[in-house]
Structure formats: C-alpha cells, structure tokens
C-alpha cells in the first residue's frame, strides 16, 4: 500500500488533517518529531542541533562546517530507512520535503490556503490580530528558509509536489475526501519500480554521506545502483576532484558504477573542499570593513572560516542566535567598544574564545581584557600567519571547553 507526505500549513484546516487521514486511511502518522527522535537514538547527535537544521535559518558559519547538510543527511538517512522497510505512513511535517520526488508510492501533498483566512483562524484560537500574523509570517519564514536551502525554491512552490489543494474555505472534510481520490489512483501504488526508487534514496544519502565526511557537498542521485555526482562549483584541477569523488563513492555497497559532471551552475563560484579539523566559525568584528574582508579573504585561503560585522551590537546579536567558536575583536569602535562587547560576550556565552586585536590599545587596556577573559590581545598591524597560528590554538581551547 501506498503512503502519504503532507506538508504543514499553519492555521489552516490541514492541522486537522493527519489524524483524520490517518484513521480514513489506514496510515500510521509519523512527524518531525518522531523522525529527530530516531535520528537521536541512531547517530548519538543532539535534538536540538536537528530541530535547528530543521526550523533555523542556516548558519552563516555552514559554509565552513556543512553543518546543516549534515543534520539533514542525517535525517534522510534514518527517513529512506523507513521509508524502505516500514508499511503505509502519513508523513506530516517538514521533513516531508526531504522525500524525494522519484519516489511515485508516496504521494507528496500540500493543503494550502490564503493568508487571510489563515489569520482568521488563528484571531478565532484567540489570538490577536498581530500575533496570528506574526506567528504565520515566522512559520512561513521558517518554510521558506528550508526549501530555498534544499531546492532554491519557495515552501509553496507547486513543483515540489504531487498535489496543492487550495482550501478556499471548504472543510477538513472535503479535503480529505479530494484527497482520497488521488490517493487511490493507479499512479501512486506501491510496484517494483517504486520499490527500487525507495532503495536508490537510501543508496544516494549513504554516498552523500560518506562525501560530506570528506568534506565534498555537492547533489546525489542513484539509479539502479548507478551514482552520479553533480559537481556546482568550478575548479582548477576536474579530473583530480574527479578521481578523488568517485574513489570515496565506489567503495560504498550498492554502488555499481560513478560518474561525476558538472552542474549548469557549474562556473557560478570557486569550489572548496571543506577541512573541517581547521577552525571553521570565527566571528571578526572590527568597524573597518576594509581591514575585515582583506584579512577575512586570506584567513579563508588558510582555511580558516571567517564571517565579519562591522559593529558590537552586531556581534551580539549573531552569537546569540549563531554561536562562533573564536572571536577576533577590534578594540577600539564607534558605539559599543570591545572592553564591553567581550565583557557581554562572557556573559552571554563564556565557551567563545575571544582575541582582541587593535592599533590602539593601551598595557591597561590589556589588563583589562585579559582579566575579562580574553584568549589572546594582539597589535595591527598584524602577522597573518601569527593570527592565523592564535585563531587555531583558540579554536582547541574553544573545542575542549565545549567537550568538557
């Protein structure tokens, strides 16, 4: 029998939906809850670390760390397995994008309606105007964060789906009763071919998995145990990463054969494979912009990953929400100056290593800083390479204090 993925559409009647569908067909619900509970147990990595991959915007360090892009294999991974071996499911959250479209015995659904009837719903639960429309737009933020991330595409674009069904008023009822009419079409049974698509998704997230170990993000697709690895990033030397791709791929069972091609967006930037020993979040804060993309540039040649703001009320507000490992900040700035943005910054989270760097410093401020908590004080101009020598050492010290 067949199965169902349903994508969640705040304050509208598809949250009535699953255990309806559920019960009027045979399903067994499973949600993104369930799916990061499994993950937990399987691979020993934290729930909250999923739920952000999941409904967090992306890093602006996951360029370095590929973090994201592994919580999310992580989650395929566990969802191909039981996609493959389990019975007929109602898929219901999120995650549900992460099924792919080559798979035709699960029917991908997305039950859509307008913003206006939506805040309606929700002013009827009791909230106010304002909150129901803050509470849809974040959701729909975190929607769109998500698919923009996977497909470069909007949450509602119809492309990512079998079916949109707009409400347009009709009741939790009715849907389901449309619903059930391409459920029970012929397209969607469950049939050898579907059988083998289901066992091609396993085999492709497995080899995306063992590249994204090595350091190599780039898109998967398996048939028939023939993998092909669509590399999106120029390179100066093709056949070498060409070689190195399809060594790490040919050793995964299941694999019968690798090809490796370019992607369309092939020329659009320079491709890097990701080092993930060497430090990979590292927050520059300095107020010239100049001075922070220069280094920034020849710190990233070293492969250290660096993301520069040019102010402390910056700087606060991304390790609130984004926390680095290492903090290079500039002394001396308009506003808030570095004594309190590393004093806030210990408060806030004392695990960040913070090396101060400035052109004006005093042996007082030195002290100060130090006694605040500070891994490193450095003077401009400054030695790259001894820079780069004090961001790894912080970076260890920032790793083993996590640990502990």
Do not use: W
Request: aromatic share 8%; with cysteine; charged share 30%.
């Amino acid at each position: 029998m067949s199965s169902i993925a349903l994508f969640p559409c705040t304050f509208s009647c598809s949250a009535q939906l699953p255990e309806e569908m559920a019960k009027s067909f045979g399903l067994t619900i499973y949600d993104d809850k369930a799916l990061i509970h499994e993950t937990v147990l399987k691979y020993k990595v934290e729930a909250d670390k999923l739920s952000e991959s999941l409904y967090k915007k992306t890093s602006v360090f996951n360029q370095f760390t590929l973090e994201r892009e592994k919580n999310m294999n992580l989650l395929k991974a566990v969802l191909a397995e039981r996609i493959q071996e389990e019975g007929p499911t109602l898929y219901s959250g999120f995650h549900t994008v992460l099924i792919p479209d080559t798979i035709p015995h699960i029917l991908k659904v997305l039950v859509a309606d307008s913003k206006a009837s939506r805040t309606s719903l929700a002013i009827e639960s009791g909230l106010t105007e304002k909150e129901a429309k803050k509470i849809i737009r974040a959701d729909d933020v975190r929607a769109y964060d998500l698919t923009d991330f996977l497909f470069k595409k909007e949450a509602y674009d119809s492309s990512l789906y079998d079916v949109v069904i707009p409400v347009e008023g009709r009741p939790a009822s009715e849907i389901n009763e449309q619903i059930r009419k391409y459920f029970q079409s012929t397209s969607v049974l469950k049939t050898t071919d579907s059988i083998q698509a289901s066992t091609d998704f396993r085999l492709a997230v497995e080899v995306e998995n063992r590249l994204l170990q090595k350091g190599h993000k780039m898109h998967v697709d398996a048939e028939d145990g023939a993998v092909t690895l669509a590399v999106d990033k120029s390179v100066l030397n093709f056949s070498r990463l060409r070689d190195e791709l399809i060594s790490i791929a040919e050793k995964i069972e299941g694999v019968t054969s690798v090809e490796v091609e370019k992607s369309p967006e092939y020329a659009v930037s320079i491709y890097r494979q990701q080092k993930f020993e060497l430090p990979s979040k590292v927050l520059f804060v300095d107020d010239e912009k100049e001075f922070v993309q220069t280094v920034s540039e020849r710190l990233i040649s070293r492969d250290v990953g660096t993301y520069g703001v040019y102010n402390g009320d910056d700087a606060l507000e991304l390790i609130a929400e984004d926390r680095p490992e290492v903090m290079v900040l500039d002394l001396k700035m308009p506003g808030m100056n570095g004594v309190e943005v590393l004093r806030r910054t210990k408060e806030l989270a004392p695990e960040v290593e913070v090396i101060i760097l400035t052109g004006h410093g005093s042996y007082e401020d030195m002290r100060q800083c130090m006694e605040l908590g500070a891994f490193a004080y450095m003077n401009k101009p400054v030695n790259i390479e001894e820079l780069s020598a004090t961001i790894h050492d912080a970076n260890q010290a920032a790793i083993k204090k996590r640990a502990a």
